[in-house]
């Protein structure tokens, strides 16, 4: 059963992490967020929202059309004390934002939600300035079939599910889709990026093993019964056990494709 984001017992699962170091130095390669004015479209539980002020944006504002994620979203944000980043209601295809007011789009693990992103990029259109950035961050099939390690545990989901490849290759655009809606919306595609992000450490199997159980931040896994994901997360730390050194921590790296785009000057007056 795919997850339902408006369900309370999905409550902080979207909320509970940290972006890691390889997520902003990448984000910071495309687009420098200091003294910008950012959108966060689909923005969960609030984790890159406020990444995104604390590398320097001086206003965030993060959308969802979860009412439980913008609750998570806003007690996070308040317990770090940032107080640059709001959050409200909305849906990807009408944020209620006014037009224009907004340097950058960040659309992270939100495509693949969607029926029709093509209407989430013309949304990032119509509220980005001029020469305004969107940043989409997904999986092609690519990403998602990297082989299983160590490391690269979502691998192992594949591997010892192969029912959900079939999912994924059902919600998963390819690129060459990706970027014809983006030209549909009026934005002009300037780079595609591989990026390998770190998720999450562990300082030892036992969280692991917890934090896969409890499903956290990992839609797929909505996919498998309580039995299957039990079994899952069972196998995969048995089989890191092998290579795992005494007290060595798990650093769990997924992978991602990511999609630059401009409103550009000409594109904004046309």
């Not at 939100?110 to 305004?132: T, V, W």
């Not at 082989?147 to 690129?175: I, K, N, Q, T």
């Not at 998720?199 to 692991?208: G, H, I, T, V």
């Not at 494709?257 to 000409?266: M, S």
Request: proline share 3%; glycine share 8%; net charge negative.
């Amino acid at each position: 059963m795919a997850i339902d984001f408006h369900d309370r017992r999905n409550a902080g699962t979207y909320a509970t992490r940290d972006a890691d170091g390889s997520w902003r130095r990448a984000i910071a390669g495309f687009v420098n967020p200091t003294g910008l004015r950012a959108v966060d479209i689909g923005c969960g539980g609030g984790i890159y929202s406020t990444t995104l002020a604390q590398m320097g944006a001086i206003q965030v504002t993060g959308i969802d059309s979860s009412a439980q994620m913008v609750q998570d979203a806003r007690r996070r944000a308040e317990a770090a004390g940032i107080p640059a980043v709001t959050f409200q209601q909305g849906s990807a295809e009408r944020t209620g934002l006014p037009d224009g007011g907004a340097d950058l789009v960040l659309q992270r693990a939100l495509i693949h939600h969607l029926a029709e992103p093509s209407l989430a990029f013309a949304e990032a259109r119509k509220i980005l300035k001029p020469g305004g950035t969107l940043l989409v961050q997904d999986r092609t099939m690519a990403d998602v079939m990297v082989p299983a390690s160590a490391h690269h545990l979502r691998g192992w989901f594949f591997e010892l599910f192969p029912r959900l490849v079939d999912v994924e290759a059902a919600r998963r655009p390819s690129g060459d889709e990706v970027d014809a809606w983006l030209r549909e919306a009026g934005l002009a595609v300037v780079g595609h990026h591989r990026l390998s992000e770190r998720r999450r450490s562990y300082a030892n199997l036992e969280d692991l093993n917890a934090d896969l159980r409890a499903r956290t931040g990992r839609s797929i896994l909505h996919e498998l019964t309580d039995e299957e994901v039990s079994r899952l997360a069972d196998e995969i730390c048995a089989r890191i056990a092998e290579d795992l050194c005494d007290g060595e921590p798990i650093h769990e790296i997924d992978h991602w494709t990511v999609w630059e785009a401009q409103k550009d000057n000409e594109t904004a007056s046309a």
